[in-house]
């Protein structure tokens, strides 16, 4: 099948001013829709056309096919991405609260450990809160690699490509990261992906 640029789930301007029109602009339209693009030429009179899912290409492509993966994978974590964030200030519920403190020791620390871990990626890749046989865990990785391919439920996904916040932050990753985690993380949408 060939796959379509999915449309923000919200205005551009909604994420301001944590994340600006401009960064969405060029990360949504040229960024996301430039591995959408890349994949549907990929896969094209190959086996992986005939699945039907993002996520079943990239599977299917991990350590098999370099070039299909990176892109099939890129264009899911962007659409994962855009869909755990949320315009205004949305507040982890109590058993959320409660799931971090047990997990990370307190908000604080996890906040800290979640900066810490995505400031350390060296290079391109992504940090992801993950569920972990009933844990929960930070875990960082490079390019376009993420939880599922490793066999793990992503909660949360912070894109660490330069592209994702030179726009608003400049070379200050972890004030981006720090931002993204206070204020833009719709929890409602982590906690959903929790109870499944
Ligand atoms: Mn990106």
Redesign the pocket.
Known sequence: MTFSLPPLPYEKTALEPHMSAQSLEL?HDR??AAYINKTNVLIAGTEFEALSSLQEIFLAAYGRDDAIFNNAA?AW??EF?WELMSPGHRKPSERVIELLKKNFGSWDEFVTKFVEIGSAQFGSGWVWLIENAGELQIIKTANAKNPIALGKKPLIGC?V?E??YYVDFQNRRPDYLKSFIENLVNWAFVEKQLSQ
């Open positions: 990360h960024h996301h890129q974590n962007h991405f894109d490509w592209h994702s």
